[in-house]
T-cell receptor
Framework: GQQVMQIPQYQHVQEGEDFTTYCNSS?????IQWYKQRPGGHPVFLIQ?????EVKKQKRLTFQFGEAKKNSSLHITATQTTDVGTYFCAGRDYGGSQGNLIFGKGTKLSVKP | SQTIHQWPATLVQPVGSPLSLECTVEGTSNPNLYWYRQAAGRGLQLLFYSVGIGQISSEVPQNLSASRPQDRQFILSSKKLLLSDSGFYLC???????????FGSGTRLTVV
């Protein structure tokens, strides 16, 4: 079945450094979503990418969807302590049912001030 | 605006006891509803989803069940909890289609 792999599992950075997490799917995706979960909190929807090669920005966050629609990345420029949390990608394959939003295992980001 | 309520926030239950977690959504009609479980430090595992009243799809065979007695109410139940049922249970809703999910604040269940 469809799998969504996310790397790295953990990332420790110094405040001000950049951060990138990568997401790879075993199948072509119709869209991919990104979520952030703060420590002790619940996942919060950040963005959805739909088009091949799409790039979207939210302030210091840049999201990319691969040309083949099988991979995606989230890049944070100049991390801040407020960026701490776990970032999940979630993909839906073509023809997937309403339940087929498959989450990656997440990348846990820690930022040292 | 739409809101999602999930309770209780924390729960400690003995092995073999029953479970009932409730989730309600306000401000929308006919939402898609989901139950996820997150083990400590792990990813999100889809347990059940529902696209309408009385319509439940199960993703993982287990001793849990779900029901949707009303349009905006989703209940997760168990007749007898196992130690392995411990985790962070999250309810979520979406309007359907390719929209993002909105998660509730979750229930931390510890089975002892």
């Amino acid at each position: 079945g469809q799998q969504v792999m996310q790397i790295p599992q953990y990332q420790h950075v110094q405040e001000g450094e950049d951060f990138t997490t990568y997401c790879n799917s075993s199948t072509t995706l119709s869209n991919i979503q990104w979520y952030k979960q703060r420590p002790g909190g619940h996942p919060v929807f950040l963005i959805q990418l739909v088009k091949s090669g799409e790039v979207k920005k939210q302030k210091r966050l840049t999201f990319q969807f691969g040309e083949a629609k099988k991979n995606s990345s989230l890049h944070i420029t100049a991390t801040q302590t407020t960026d701490v949390g776990t970032y999940f990608c979630a993909g839906r394959d073509y023809g997937g049912s309403q339940g087929n939003l498959i989450f990656g295992k997440g990348t846990k980001l820690s930022v040292k001030p | 605006s739409q809101t999602i309520h999930q309770w209780p926030a924390t729960l400690v239950q003995p092995v073999g006891s029953p479970l009932s977690l409730e989730c309600t959504v306000e401000g929308t009609s006919n939402p898609n509803l989901y139950w996820y479980r997150q083990a400590a430090g792990r990813g999100l595992q889809l347990l059940f989803y529902s696209v309408g009243i009385g319509q439940i799809s199960s993703e993982v065979p287990q001793n849990l069940s779900a029901s949707r007695p009303q349009d905006r109410q989703f209940i997760l139940s168990s007749k007898k909890l196992l130690l392995s049922d411990s985790g962070f249970y999250l309810c979520a809703w979406s309007p359907g289609g390719n929209y993002g999910y909105t998660f509730g604040s979750g229930t931390r269940l510890t089975v002892v």
